[in-house]
């Protein structure tokens, strides 16, 4: 064998990998991967076949086709009062993770820290570790998985270059308030800090909360890469669609890798969402559509030994499980898929250290059917 040395020498197969292929193989319900288990809107679809017949088949334009930089920045106005060119500071992406990729690539620098906050999506530290960054996480704890401001503050030193935040996040299902804002604000302000937004879940946010998005706050949009997806918000997630936003000095580096890493995304898609995004009905209505899920997979779960944490933002569920049993959550997940037939994914996957609160995560965006399923095995276990 010819000596290779891995960039990534702790890395195994991503957790959504696993757990979907092991629910596929025992023929469980799978509430692990966050995917919805019902199709996209037939008008969506339409409108990407008739691009296709319109002729749509060649190589987008590097940064995205322009109508639907356009819609994104008209959306992007109307919802949080911030105007991106789409010209220099708006480009498409194949989803949420390439962007995450591109934008830590862009502007990540060997011994740049950059701080995380576990449980965290599994592409960030990755991402850090593969630029030859140092990731600085902060171990946040259940149930309300707050950001401890203070704690953050003792992280930074000259070395710091970018705080990753996420909301909704993705597992906690918490989001942001104006608290926490107004404690980033202070923490960056006079720092050459950049931050990266992970704010794929923007519109599955839940009781009349508003998501804080650092495009709204001008002394954060002028430091920050805005992730965006289309996968969430429009039940497709195997379309690999979503984009980035940020001032044009950094979107320009964003773009120098984007271009070598991809070059463009594939063209139908986009037209098409283009002329989907038209209607606000078609965003504006997810918060509520969600919502009801959760409240129905919330209520049905009300009859299980399963603890129900809060839930304000993303399609997924936490539940601490301490009263059942006090196995490791990766051990636990087994279980549950072989004996009662449904997949999560076990939280510590998300800790760096493994950090083990026995607490599971299910993802609701489901059919009714689906979820009543679930909730018939799980109220059993
Ligand atoms: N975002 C999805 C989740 O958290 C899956 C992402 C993936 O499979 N890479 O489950």
Sequence with gaps: MIPVISKLPQAGTTIFTVMSALANELGAINLSQGFPDYDT??????????????????????AGVMALREEISRKTEK?????YDPDTEITITAGGTQAIYTAITAVINPNDEVIIFEPAFDCYAPAIKIAGGVVKSLELEPPDYRIRWDMVKRLINN????IILNSPHNPTATILHQED???LCAIVKNQ????LSDEVYEHLIYDGATHHSMARYPELAKRSFIVASFGKPFHATGWKVGYCMAPA???QEFR????FLVFSVNTPIQVAIAEYLKNEDHYLGLASFFQEKR???REGLQNSRFEILPCSGSYFQLVRYSNITDEKDADFVIRLIKEAGVAAIPVSAFYNKGTDHHVLRFCFAKRQETLDKAVDRLIKV
């Design 41 to 62: 809107s037939p008008e969506l679809i339409e409108l990407v076949n008739q691009a296709m017949k319109n002729g749509h088949n060649q190589y987008a334009p590097m």
């Design 79 to 83: 919802l949080y009062g911030a105007v």
């Design 159 to 162: 070395r710091t270059k970018m």
């Design 181 to 183: 804002i107004k404690e």
């Design 192 to 195: 050459d800090i950049l931050i």
């Design 249 to 251: 000095f950094l979107m």
């Design 256 to 259: 120098k890798v984007h271009q």
């Design 295 to 297: 409240d129905y997979f």
